[in-house]
C-alpha cells in the first residue's frame, strides 16, 4: 500500500496515499484495533450536518470567511451524496471516550475536500472545528442522530406495527379463545382482546417516545471545552441550532445548561430505558405468538403463521416461527444495549462523560433494530397469521374454568367442585352443572355461552 506523510501535533505519521484523512484519523486507527466496527452511518451522517450547520452559523456570525465556510459546506455535501461514505471513517467504536478521534476524522476529512473546493487551505482544527470541542460537538451529534432516527424510522415502524395490529384485531374480533393466567387455562377472551392489548403497550411507547424527542433535541453545541463556551461566538449555539433545523427539518435548541449535556447523558441514558421497554413489549408479543402457533399437533395450534422457510436440517416438513423469534433476539439485545447505555452514563466524570462513542452506537443499534423487526412482525407474522378455530373451540368447549361465571348463583365452593370434577371426569362443565344444580341447561348454555363472558359484567 502506497503512504504519503503527513503530521500532526505529535510529529510525523505515514498515511495511506488515497485516503482523505490525515495523521489524526490514523493514529486512532493504529490504536484502536477493537471491534473492526465504525461508528454508526447514522451517527456519522448526523456528524457531517453538525459539521454543516457549525460552518452556516461561523459564517453568518463572521467567524468564518464566506469562502472557507462553504467549502465545508460544499464538501459536507460531496460526502453525503457519495455511496461508499463509510470507507472515509475507519475509526474504531472503542476509542477515546470523548469521540475526539471520530471528531477529528470528520474534521480532517472536510478539510481535505474543502480545500479543493474553496480553492485555499482549509485547516481541520482552525476552521472546520472552529467554535466547537468534541466534547461537545460528539454529545450533540448523538442527540441529533438519535433523534432523526426516531423521528423517521422508529415512530413510522411503531405507527405501522400499532395499525397492523389493531387492522388484524378487527378481523378475528369474531373468534373466542381460552384465556391464560399462569399458562393455566383461565376465563374466555376474543381474539380481538388479545390483539387490542398488544397495539396498547405499543401506542404508549409511541407515547413515551415521542415524549422524550423534545428533550433529545436539546443540545450541548456552544459549550466547546466544559461547558463554558470558550473560543465560541457567543451566539454560536442560537445560529447553530437555527442553521441545523434548516438542514434537519426538526426543532432543535441550545440546552438551557450546556453543562449538563456535557458531562451528562442523562437523556440518552432515558431514550435507551424508552427503547428498552418497546424491547420487552416486543418480547411479551412475540411469545404470545409462538405460545399460540406452538404444535401444530403437540402445542396449542391456536394461530398457524405464515411458513417463510424450512425449519429444520433434520426434520422434513418442520415450520418454525422465525419472526417472533427474530423480534425476541432483537428484545433480548436492545435489553443489553441499554445496561451499556446505563453503565456509560455514569461515566460522568466532573465535566465530560467519557464513554460517548459506545453510548452513540448503542442507542443508534437499539433504535435500527426496533424500527426493523417492528415491521417485520407486523408484516411477516401479524398481518398473515390464520386462526385455527375447530382448536379454539375444542379448548372452550372442555374449559372447566368456565364455572366461574356461576360463582354468584351457586357460590365459589361449589363451583369448584364441579370444575374439578368436570377436569377429572373430561367432561363439559354445562353437563356436571346440570347435575349438580337446579339451573336448566338453556339456562346454563345462557350463562356459560363463551362468547358472552368476554364482555364482563355479572
Known amino acids: 500500500m502506497s503512504t504519503r506523510t503527513e503530521k500532526d501535533s505529535m510529529g510525523a ?4 496515499t488515497e485516503a482523505l484523512y490525515g495523521a ?12 473492526h466496527q465504525g461508528m454508526p452511518e447514522a451517527f456519522i451522517r448526523s456528524l ?3 459539521k454543516k450547520a457549525a460552518a452556516m452559523a461561523n459564517i453568518k456570525l463572521g467567524t468564518l470567511s464566506s469562502s472557507l465556510g462553504s467549502g465545508i459546506v460544499s464538501a459536507v455535501d460531496e460526502l453525503l451524496g457519495e455511496p461508499n461514505l463509510m470507507q472515509h471513517f475507519p475509526v474504531d467504536v472503542f476509542q477515546t471516550g470523548s469521540g475526539t478521534s471520530s471528531n477529528m476524522n470528520a474534521n480532517e476529512v472536510l478539510a481535505t475536500l474543502a480545500c479543493r473546493h474553496a480553492g485555499e487551505t482549509v485547516n481541520a482544527n482552525d476552521h472546520v472545528n472552529f467554535g466547537q470541542s468534541s466534547n461537545d460537538i460528539i454529545p450533540s451529534t ?3 442522530s438519535a433523534a432523526i432516527e426516531v423521528k423517521h424510522k422508529l415512530l413510522p415502524a411503531l405507527e405501522h406495527l400499532s395499525a397492523t395490529i389493531k387492522h388484524k384485531a378487527d378481523s378475528v374480533k369474531d373468534y373466542v379463545k381460552t384465556g391464560r393466567t399462569h399458562l393455566m387455562d383461565a376465563m374466555p377472551v376474543r381474539m380481538d382482546q388479545s390483539l387490542l392489548a398488544w397495539s396498547a403497550q405499543i401506542d404508549q411507547n409511541i407515547l413515551t417516545i415521542t415524549r422524550l424527542q423534545p428533550d433529545l433535541m436539546t443540545l450541548a453545541q456552544g459549550g466547546t471545552a466544559v ?5 465560541a461566538h457567543p451566539d454560536f449555539s442560537k445560529a447553530f441550532s437555527e442553521a441545523l433545523n434548516g438542514v434537519t427539518g426538526l426543532q432543535f435548541t441550545p440546552a438551557e445548561n450546556l453543562f449538563a449535556l456535557i458531562g451528562t447523558q442523562d437523556i440518552a441514558v432515558s431514550v435507551s430505558g424508552a427503547l428498552k421497554t418497546t424491547a420487552v413489549s416486543l418480547m411479551k408479543m412475540a411469545n404470545d405468538l409462538r405460545w399460540m402457533n406452538s404444535g401444530p399437533l403437540a402445542g396449542l395450534g391456536e394461530i398457524e403463521l405464515e411458513a417463510l422457510q424450512p425449519g429444520s436440517s433434520i426434520m422434513p416438513g418442520k415450520v418454525n416461527p422465525v419472526i417472533p423469534e427474530a423480534t425476541a433476539m432483537v428484545a433480548a439485545q436492545v435489553m443489553g444495549n441499554d445496561v451499556t447505555v446505563s453503565v456509560a452514563g455514569q461515566s460522568g466524570n466532573f ?3 467519557v464513554m460517548l462513542p459506545v453510548i452513540a452506537r448503542n442507542l443508534l443499534e437499539s433504535i435500527t433494530l426496533l424500527a426493523n423487526v417492528s415491521r417485520l412482525l407486523a408484516d411477516k407474522a401479524i398481518a398473515t397469521f390464520t386462526v385455527n378455530e375447530s382448536n379454539l373451540k375444542q379448548a372452550l368447549s372442555r374449559n372447566p374454568i368456565l364455572v366461574t361465571a356461576l360463582n354468584p348463583i351457586i ?3 361449589k363451583a369448584a367442585g364441579i370444575a374439578k370434577q368436570a377436569y377429572k371426569e373430561g367432561r363439559s362443565v354445562v353437563d356436571v352443572a346440570e347435575e349438580n344444580t337446579d339451573l336448566s341447561r338453556d339456562e346454563l348454555e345462557k350463562l356459560l355461552d363463551p362468547r358472552k363472558l368476554t364482555e364482563g359484567g355479572l
Open 48 to 50: 457531517l450536518l453538525a
Open 24 to 35: 489524526q484519523t490514523q493514529r486512532a486507527v493504529n490504536n484502536f484495533p477493537i471491534s
Open 142 to 144: 448523538i442527540h441529533i
Open 411 to 413: 357460590g365459589y365452593a
Open 351 to 353: 465535566e465530560l462523560n
Open 227 to 231: 461547558g463554558t463556551g470558550i473560543n
Open 13 to 16: 505519521l505515514e498515511v495511506p
